[in-house]
């Protein structure tokens, strides 16, 4: 809608669509829709402000075919200014920011979607494969009806695959979309790789087609002396599958391939926003939780539990009951604390876990574990993390005197502290 003054919010005017085949259609639930949802970001496109001038009920329909991502544009709108020097050129704008050739007729691109539906494969090499998960998926009888209608399949591609450059350039504007500050990478620079994620689903007839789900850029850094560090760029679910369970799944196929490869030493994340550091959070967490030799190590017998494999978080308990444990006992594992270092550092290049993350991960791990009526080990927990902030935090802390230093450090513990407890109430 635009108001008096003729303006209108371009997330609200921009509406998109992954459209499916007439027969994949059917294979459908009554309240399963693809179609017709918004952005949650414009500006890298039509600036700013996302504000468009010179309309009146304007409508910007950008649809996808649902697998082969072909595109579709139509600008409609009840009434437009006159004064064509000041009304923003919509359909230019955003042409700008998509491939050409997109689809300006609709009859022709719904027959592009049917042909491309039954045509269109997957580019690149399988690497996962899940079933929708009972306590995420909004299917159905999950266990029954729809594991024999829907997979998800997970592929890996680099741009010199035959056709995943033109691909990738039809699924890059979910970045601009939906990351907020993200950008388009160099398509002609090397060292790219992409998992992309679809959904399987067999038609009426058993006739299975791919849908676009999300993807992953990934970007190979030189890592001394005859390695890579595998940098994880960018990360996007669709909103209509959002909430189901598949972002979790995207990164564990992304971390397990990354295992799966000598030549990779470790997973970075490039400038993580929150939503995907939580997500990153709790996957990495349950993946040590259930890794029942790391576990057993770190902890002794009691790391290992029946539920996910690291115990529970623990309720205060009454200081009156503070009891003092020797000092440095670490009869019950590697995790202590403090923890061992050199045993910690054999893990994390193991497990190939970049340095910050692995820390904050063992740190959370201590906290579950710990005993609140030890105070020696509240004492060792509180100086690593404190140790660990200042170290990240040196050339801030540096600058301030030392009791105002001791201050922020406390303050900065206690926050992190909070947040640690937060992720843990999480996993499960």
């Not at 579709?72 to 700008?96: M, P, Q």
């Not at 996957?283 to 017998?301: K, Y």
């Amino acid at each position: 809608m635009a108001g008096g003054d003729w303006t209108t919010n371009s997330n609200e005017a921009l509406t998109l669509s992954l459209v499916r085949a007439r027969e994949d259609k059917k294979a459908l639930r009554d309240d399963e829709s693809f179609e017709q949802f918004h952005p949650t970001f414009t500006y890298p496109i039509y600036g700013e402000d996302e504000k468009l001038y010179g309309y009146e009920d304007l409508v910007i329909d950008l649809r996808f075919a649902s697998g082969s991502l072909a595109q579709f544009l139509s600008v409609r709108y009840a009434k437009k200014l006159d004064a064509s020097s000041t009304v923003d050129n919509v359909e230019g704008i955003l042409s700008e920011f998509i491939p050409s050739g997109y689809e300006t007729d609709e009859a022709t691109f719904l027959s592009r979607v049917e042909e491309d539906a039954i045509s269109f494969k997957p580019i690149g090499k399988l690497i996962h494969s899940y079933k929708p998960s009972p306590q995420t998926s909004t299917l159905p009888d999950v266990s029954d009806t729809s594991e024999e209608t829907v997979e998800y399949e997970v592929y890996h591609a680099t741009l010199d695959d035959p056709g995943f450059k033109e691909y990738h350039r039809r699924m890059q504007i979910f970045i601009l979309l939906y990351i907020e500050a993200g950008s388009y990478i160099n398509d002609e620079e090397e060292g790219w790789e992409f998992v992309v994620l679809y959904e399987k689903r067999k038609r009426t007839d058993g006739i299975p087609t791919h849908h676009f789900v999300g993807y992953s850029s990934l970007y190979n850094f030189y890592c001394f002396p005859e390695r890579v560090r595998l940098r994880l760029s960018q990360f996007v679910i669709l909103p209509p599958y959002q909430r189901q369970g598949h972002g979790s799944e995207l990164y564990k196929a992304i971390y397990h391939y990354v295992l799966s490869r000598p030549a990779v030493s470790e997973l970075t994340v490039e400038d993580p926003a929150e939503a995907f550091e939580d997500l990153r959070d709790r996957n990495d967490l349950r993946m040590l939780l259930t890794h029942e030799q790391f576990m057993r190590e770190g902890f002794g017998d009691s790391g290992v539990t029946g539920s996910h494999g690291g115990g529970r978080v623990m309720k205060a308990k009454s200081r009156a009951r503070t009891r003092v444990a020797p000092l440095g006992n670490k009869g019950k594992g590697k995790m202590g604390p403090p923890v061992d270092r050199a045993w910690a550092e054999r893990w994390r290049k193991d497990l190939k876990i970049a340095g910050r993350q692995f820390h904050r991960l063992v740190e959370m791990l201590v906290l579950l574990h710990l005993d609140p009526v030890d105070v020696r080990a509240e004492r060792a927990f509180r100086l690593q993390v404190k140790e660990r902030l200042y170290r990240f935090n040196f050339e801030v802390l540096a600058q301030l005197e030392k009791e105002e230093r001791l201050e922020k450090l406390e303050e900065t513990f206690q926050s992190v502290r909070d947040d640690y407890l937060r992720i843990l109430a999480m996993v499960r």
